[in-house]
Antibody, heavy 118, light 107 residues
């Protein structure tokens, strides 16, 4: 059974950092592009970043460029999101997503809540 | 960036109704369109990929159509479990973008 399990989120002060992890099981992350998608409380979905199977290509939404870094460890079957210089507007539920045909997200984690507040 | 405009933002419907949700892209996205369903407190669920391909396990009352810039999600006969918010997403170019969502509510 395919599962994606995100690490626990946290309350972080503005300007702080947090690293999210996503542990995959039931498949090998090395054979899929992987993404992070977020959803601010009561709002819609926003794609954050994705990474190619071998990690050689990474793409980001403009609002996180230079602050967030997506990475993967295929040996650990895991995906990561390093978030630096966090802002209040980064407060959201963060989902780990497996990309499938035409980059659609066929499996999603349960989500982890990141709150940026003083 | 490609903007995705969904309409309506909400729709009230009864069980058994046919419901149609539209999604318009700001430029041609060919077949790079997916539809998701999200229920409160849950992660989104993939319904349709590449415009019209039904994801495994999704009931056949869901269908997708369209091409270029205009796309449609149709629920042929609304069931109680279909009351949720629906999102379209383009994956033609980065950044990948979602529509604002359409909430399907009970009439």
């Amino acid at each position: 059974e395919v599962q994606l399990v995100e690490s626990e989120g946290d309350l972080v002060q503005p300007g702080g950092s947090l690293r999210l992890s996503c542990a995959a099981s039931g498949f090998s992350v090395s054979t899929y592009w992987m993404s992070w998608v977020r959803q601010a409380p009561g709002k819609g979905l926003e794609w954050v970043a994705n990474i190619k199977k071998d990690g050689s290509e990474k793409y980001y939404v403009d609002s996180v460029k230079g602050r967030f870094t997506i990475s993967r460890d295929n040996a650990k079957n895991s995906l990561y999101l390093q978030m630096n210089s966090l802002r209040a507007e980064d407060t959201a539920m963060y989902y780990c997503v497996r990309e499938w045909w035409y980059s659609s997200g066929d499996y999603w984690g349960q989500g982890t809540l990141v709150t940026v507040s003083s | 960036d490609i903007q995705m405009t969904q309409s309506p933002s909400s729709v009230s419907a009864s069980v058994g109704d046919r419901v149609t949700i539209s999604c318009r892209a700001s430029q041609s996205i060919a077949s790079w369109l997916a539809w998701y369903q999200q229920k409160p407190g849950k992660a989104p669920k993939l319904l349709i990929y590449a415009v019209s391909n039904l994801q495994s396990g999704v009931p056949s009352r869901f269908s997708g159509s369209g091409s270029g810039t205009d796309f449609t999600l149709t629920i042929s006969s609304l069931q109680p479990e279909d009351f949720a918010t629906y999102y379209c997403q383009q994956s033609k170019s980065f950044p990948l973008t979602f529509g604002a969502g359409t909430k399907v509510e009970i009439k």
